[in-house]
């Protein structure tokens, strides 16, 4: 959802631009309809979009999919550092709700996109290989690019760092989100029927992803 909320402050849309969260048939060509369902089963109507995303609410996301272009949010997944969204055909609107296979690992490196305001680092298992005595034998040179604007990253960190905006989303679990002294992150994720779960938080140092 981050990735297809930050394609959509690309074209110009705002975190408090209002899309409508109500029952919703989408037409599919050569298939059913699709008629996304949030979470909790509850539709808010109106709603801007840092509530929809800080709340990850399904409907409007689809929406903000729609309006961002599918084959827009798979350009910049790709530069975040999604490997595996390579079969265009295969993905429609379900994709901003998890409708595309997506390694941890690459979920972790794509928030770090986030986490640097659009900078993109190259995954490295191994910083520097010494001797006993110091000397360096062999070390990682990083090499950063950007990917995003950083403003559009903000935008995003401020969203998801948001405490009140998401509270409504974590009900009794609220307090174990907020860390005193600290700006942090946070987006979690679940499959159907609840068989799986994510989560991931960061601030500009630190991302971590657990997969449940």
């Known amino acids: 959802k981050p990735i297809v909320y930050a394609a959509a402050f690309e074209k110009g849309y705002t975190p408090e631009t209002v899309v409508f969260d109500v029952p919703t048939e989408f037409a599919v060509e050569g298939a059913e309809s699709y008629q996304p369902q949030n979470y909790d089963n509850i539709f808010r109507g109106p709603i801007i979009l840092r509530d929809a995303l800080a709340q990850s609410i399904n409907v409007p996301s689809v ?22 969204l390579t079969d265009r055909y295969r993905y429609g609107l ?33 910083l520097r ?67 799986d779960a994510r989560a991931i938080g960061y601030t500009p140092s630190l991302v971590v992803g657990v997969w449940a």
């Open 63 to 84: 929406k903000v999919l729609y309006l961002a272009g599918i084959d827009e949010v798979l350009k910049n997944a790709a530069s975040f550092g999604i490997t595996t």
């Open 94 to 126: 379900s994709l901003v709700l998890g409708g595309g296979e997506v390694k941890l690992a690459d979920l972790v490196s794509a928030y770090g996109v986030l986490a640097q305001e659009g900078m993109k680092q190259d995954p490295t298992l191994v």
């Open 129 to 195: 290989v010494t001797t006993n005595s110091g000397a360096i034998l062999e070390e990682s040179k990083p090499k950063p690019r950007l990917v995003i604007d950083a403003q559009y990253a903000r935008l995003i960190n401020d969203i998801l760092s948001d405490v009140e905006a998401r509270a409504p989303l974590f009900h009794a679990s609220h307090s174990q989100t907020v860390f005193p002294g600290h700006q942090v992150a946070l987006k979690t994720g679940t499959t159907n029927d609840y068989r």
